[in-house]
């Protein structure tokens, strides 16, 4: 009688234990990234933004284990994240499907169910994802058709992966980086359009251009040249893809940015030439965007900041022209045993801004003291306590 008691108390306290360790090891732990700016101090007006990257979701043809402990912990990772955070907005920077780009399109909605899902009760934060390699595919098997069913399944974005959207008075636009890697395909042009648009845009937000100015599509070629804009003046710039993060951007100076975009768009056509003709791949030689299309997008929007993902580690470079750039961790076990996000602070009025990295529970740890407890019970129950 003693025993059975004792192990009921045993089971229980075990019980306690483990929910007590759920909802510490759920919870992140956010450290602010120092950087040399505008002061910010906070507002209750600010915007405040979660930035995941690398779900890696199989919808579907997820395995018991991932379905009944890795997306488990995931649901628990959002939900004490947005708890603690309290977040206005969710970005998603690309990969949400581990293979989305051999699924059918049934496959792809059982992918995007477990996404929401996983949101549970916070599925109706508004949220904007960007399209990774991983969702549509390298640039072999790039495909019009797919590319444009998939953005229609997620908000904000065009038929070719892009988008544009403002809240609390902060300027969003997402370019689809996939396409822009591949130098011969039929996409990337009309990402370029997007980003001459935006520009265009911008600078007429900015009094450079009036609404009488003739942008026909001759125009968009060097308009944005002639109209400048100051560095960090665009729009936070979302990609999957980094951009070109080499000791000669830092290098670049002056005439690299007087160069133009027409030049810059043939170049990047000569590089994915050259890389074809030595019978290389350029999506297995490059995870970051060429140099050329990093000084377009760079040159064309002089982004706020840009957000990108893909490399799986967190990092934060300054461009020559001294634009911010944040890669995004992975959020996912499926990617890496050390998960985490980026959660940024916007200041309601001026350009400051607060970056945090917050970290999550590693995988290894969590199985190991599972397996602890287990060991540690079983022992009792040989022991006769």
């Given at each position: 009688?003693?025993?059975?008691?004792?192990?009921?108390?045993?089971?229980?306290?075990?019980?306690?234990?483990?929910?007590?360790?759920?909802?510490?090891?759920?919870?992140?732990?956010?450290?602010?990234?120092?950087?040399?700016?505008?002061?910010?101090?906070?507002?209750?007006?600010?915007?405040?933004?979660?930035?995941?990257?690398?779900?890696?979701?199989?919808?579907?043809?997820?395995?018991?284990?991932?379905?009944?402990?890795?997306?488990?912990?995931?649901?628990?990772?959002?939900?004490?994240?947005?708890?603690?955070?309290?977040?206005?907005?969710?970005?998603?920077?690309?990969?949400?499907?581990?293979?989305?780009?051999?699924?059918?399109?049934?496959?792809?909605?059982?992918?995007?169910?477990?996404?929401?899902?996983?949101?549970?009760?916070?599925?109706?934060?508004?949220?904007?994802?960007?399209?990774?390699?991983?969702?549509?595919?390298?640039?072999?098997?790039?495909?019009?058709?797919?590319?444009?069913?998939?953005?229609?399944?997620?908000?904000?974005?065009?038929?070719?992966?892009?988008?544009?959207?403002?809240?609390?008075?902060?300027?969003?636009?997402?370019?689809?980086?996939?396409?822009?890697?591949?130098?011969?395909?039929?996409?990337?042009?009309?990402?370029?359009?997007?980003?001459?648009?935006?520009?265009?845009?911008?600078?007429?937000?900015?009094?450079?251009?009036?609404?009488?100015?003739?942008?026909?599509?001759?125009?968009?070629?060097?308009?944005?040249?002639?109209?400048?804009?100051?560095?960090?003046?665009?729009?936070?710039?979302?990609?999957?893809?980094?951009?070109?993060?080499?000791?000669?951007?830092?290098?670049g100076g002056i005439d690299t940015l007087k160069r133009s975009p027409i030049s810059l768009i043939e170049e990047l056509n000569e590089a994915s030439?050259?890389?074809?003709?030595?019978?290389?791949?350029?999506?297995?030689?490059?995870?970051?965007?060429?140099?050329?299309?990093?000084?377009?997008?760079?040159?064309?929007?002089?982004?706020?900041?840009?957000?990108?993902?893909?490399?799986?580690?967190?990092?934060?470079?300054?461009?020559?022209?001294?634009?911010?750039?944040?890669?995004?961790?992975?959020?996912?076990?499926?990617?890496?045993?050390?998960?985490?996000?980026?959660?940024?602070?916007?200041?309601?009025?001026?350009?400051?801004?607060?970056?945090?990295?917050?970290?999550?529970?590693?995988?290894?740890?969590?199985?190991?003291?599972?397996?602890?407890?287990?060991?540690?019970?079983?022992?009792?129950?040989?022991?006769?306590?």
């Amino acid at each position: 009688m003693g025993i059975t008691v004792s192990l009921k108390v045993l089971s229980l306290v075990a019980i306690a234990s483990l929910l007590v360790f759920e909802e510490w090891l759920s919870t992140p732990a956010c450290n602010l990234v120092p950087f040399e700016g505008p002061k910010f101090e906070d507002d209750p007006g600010d915007l405040k933004v979660m930035l995941v990257a690398d779900l890696l979701l199989l919808g579907s043809d997820s395995a018991y284990f991932t379905l009944f402990f890795r997306d488990y912990y995931m649901a628990k990772f959002f939900r004490k994240s947005f708890e603690s955070l309290k977040p206005d907005l969710l970005l998603v920077l690309g990969d949400i499907s581990a293979k989305g780009s051999e699924l059918t399109r049934s496959k792809w909605t059982s992918v995007l169910r477990q996404f929401y899902q996983i949101l549970g009760p916070f599925v109706g934060l508004p949220f904007h994802a960007v399209l990774g390699d991983r969702d549509i595919g390298e640039c072999s098997d790039l495909d019009l058709n797919k590319v444009n069913w998939i953005s229609r399944k997620l908000p904000g974005l065009d038929p070719s992966g892009c988008g544009a959207f403002e809240i609390n008075n902060i300027s969003f636009v997402t370019l689809n980086a996939v396409a822009l890697l591949c130098g011969d395909n039929s996409l990337r042009f009309g990402i370029e359009k997007v980003i001459e648009r935006e520009s265009l845009e911008f600078r007429n937000k900015t009094g450079g251009i009036n609404d009488s100015t003739n942008t026909t599509d001759a125009d968009y070629n060097f308009l944005w040249r002639v109209h400048s804009m100051s560095s960090g003046s665009g729009p936070v710039t979302l990609l999957h893809f980094p951009l070109q993060q080499t000791g000669s951007q830092r290098q670049g100076g002056i005439d690299t940015l007087k160069r133009s975009p027409i030049s810059l768009i043939e170049e990047l056509n000569e590089a994915s030439k050259t890389r074809e003709h030595i019978g290389a791949d350029p999506y297995k030689l490059l995870h970051s965007l060429p140099q050329n299309a990093s000084e377009y997008i760079l040159q064309a929007l002089k982004p706020r900041i840009i957000f990108s993902a893909h490399r799986h580690a967190f990092s934060d470079h300054v461009h020559f022209d001294q634009t911010r750039e944040i890669t995004v961790p992975a959020v996912s076990w499926n990617a890496r045993d050390d998960p985490g996000f980026v959660f940024a602070t916007f200041q309601k009025t001026g350009r400051a801004m607060s970056i945090s990295y917050c970290s999550l529970a590693r995988e290894s740890h969590i199985l190991v003291v599972y397996i602890s407890i287990m060991v540690l019970f079983c022992f009792f129950c040989l022991k006769g306590y």
